[in-house]
């Protein structure tokens, strides 16, 4: 075993969503596709047809579980039948790390079904980061977590929300799902720089990275995952694997879901901005497909 095993994440390349209405082309045509992402949630059932297609994927595909429940930002103890519930997909998934939300969503034991974004204090980067290492050591695989998109902050902060982010993985010894499209919406809504936000995180311990399309309003941005990628969300994503390097990525599209072959192909433009990542880092830094994101 590593010396430090929950650091051990890997390029596994481009990978979209396993949604309900592929299954029935992805399970007869058998796409190439590097890696499926799944919501947790969706599988911690006993059985039924959710398990049944599960299984199936997992014979010829790679799986990484995403979770949208774990609140890590909640003052609530954790659900230990939850996690009970998780561990045992976990163990049937293999994946190699489980992502989950820097958020909050439950008071007392009330679930908002809600990705809140959180007062970035140093008090709750604490306890966040200890809720991090609790569940990491319980399902024994590593674990990152994600930046929500937001449109409401919070008077009480103590930081920018990339150095709550900083703070909180660096005490929880934990990788970043770093959502490009995220930082896009909160910094449109907020008004923030959000090249400022990818040059202020910890670079070596971004694991993984989401692109999605959002819904633009008057006044906000939200991040709806129901169109293509924007342009400034691709720059966005070019600048953040040159500077955190070529880690895995995932498009997400979770409403007015189109073909396979058009989520997938929006998928693969990503493509363009790796290979000219790669080109110019190479020679730096010799990072190639299959490295570990973390051991730098």
Same mark, same amino acid.
């Given at each position: 075993?590593?010396?430090?095993?929950?650091?051990?994440?890997?390029?596994?390349?481009?990978?979209?969503?396993?949604?309900?209405?592929?299954?029935?082309?992805?399970?007869?045509?058998?796409?190439?596709?590097?890696?499926?992402?799944?919501?947790?949630?969706?599988?911690?059932?006993?059985?039924?047809?959710?398990?049944?297609?599960?299984?199936?994927?997992?014979?010829?595909?790679?799986?990484?579980?995403?979770?949208?429940?774990?609140?890590?930002?909640?003052?609530?103890?954790?659900?230990?039948?939850?996690?009970?519930?998780?561990?045992?997909?976990?163990?049937?998934?293999?994946?190699?790390?489980?992502?989950?939300?820097?958020?909050?969503?439950?008071?007392?034991?009330?679930?908002?079904?809600?990705?809140?974004?959180?007062?970035?204090?140093?008090? @709750?980067? &604490? %306890?966040?980061?200890?809720?991090?290492?609790?569940?990491?050591?319980?399902?024994? !695989? +590593?674990?990152?977590? *994600?930046?929500?998109?937001?449109?409401?902050?919070?008077?009480?902060?103590?930081?920018?929300?990339?150095?709550?982010?900083?703070?909180?993985?660096?005490?929880?010894?934990?990788?970043?799902?770093?959502?490009?499209?995220?930082?896009?919406?909160?910094?449109?809504?907020?008004?923030?720089?959000?090249?400022?936000?990818?040059?202020?995180?910890?670079?070596?311990?971004?694991?993984?990275?989401?692109?999605?399309?959002?819904?633009?309003?008057?006044?906000?941005?939200?991040?709806?995952?129901?169109?293509?990628?924007?342009?400034?969300?691709?720059?966005?994503?070019?600048? @953040?694997? &040159? %500077?955190?390097?070529?880690?895995?990525?995932?498009?997400?599209?979770?409403?007015? !879901? +189109?073909?396979?072959? *058009?989520?997938?192909?929006?998928?693969?433009?990503?493509?363009?901005?790796?290979?000219?990542?790669?080109?110019?880092?190479?020679?730096?830094?010799?990072?190639?497909?299959?490295?570990?994101?973390?051991?730098?």
């Amino acid at each position: 075993m590593p010396a430090n095993p929950f650091n051990a994440f890997t390029d596994y390349g481009i990978g979209i969503g396993l949604r309900v209405p592929h299954y029935q082309h992805i399970l007869t045509r058998k796409p190439v596709v590097d890696w499926f992402e799944i919501i947790s949630e969706n599988f911690m059932v006993d059985g039924g047809r959710p398990l049944e297609v599960l299984d199936q994927i997992l014979e010829q595909y790679q799986v990484v579980q995403h979770g949208v429940s774990l609140y890590f930002g909640s003052a609530d103890p954790f659900d230990r039948a939850h996690l009970k519930r998780l561990k045992t997909l976990v163990k049937r998934t293999r994946t190699p790390w489980l992502s989950d939300h820097l958020c909050w969503g439950s008071v007392d034991g009330t679930y908002t079904h809600d990705l809140l974004p959180m007062p970035y204090t140093f008090a @709750a980067a &604490r %306890r966040t980061a200890e809720k991090i290492r609790q569940v990491r050591d319980y399902l024994e !695989i +590593p674990v990152c977590v *994600e930046n929500v998109s937001s449109y409401v902050e919070f008077h009480v902060s103590e930081m920018t929300e990339w150095e709550f982010l900083t703070e909180v993985v660096e005490r929880a010894d934990c990788g970043i799902l770093l959502d490009v499209n995220n930082i896009y919406v909160s910094s449109r809504n907020h008004g923030f720089n959000p090249y400022d936000y990818v040059d202020g995180v910890p670079h070596h311990r971004v694991a993984q990275m989401h692109i999605a399309g959002h819904t633009k309003f008057e006044q906000y941005i939200l991040d709806t995952h129901d169109h293509p990628v924007i342009d400034p969300v691709w720059k966005l994503y070019a600048h @953040a694997i &040159r %500077r955190c390097g070529v880690t895995a990525t995932l498009l997400e599209w979770d409403d007015k !879901i +189109p073909s396979f072959g *058009e989520v997938h192909g929006e998928a693969l433009k990503a493509h363009e901005f790796i290979d000219g990542a790669r080109a110019a880092q190479a020679p730096r830094r010799g990072r190639t497909a299959g490295s570990s994101a973390l051991a730098r």
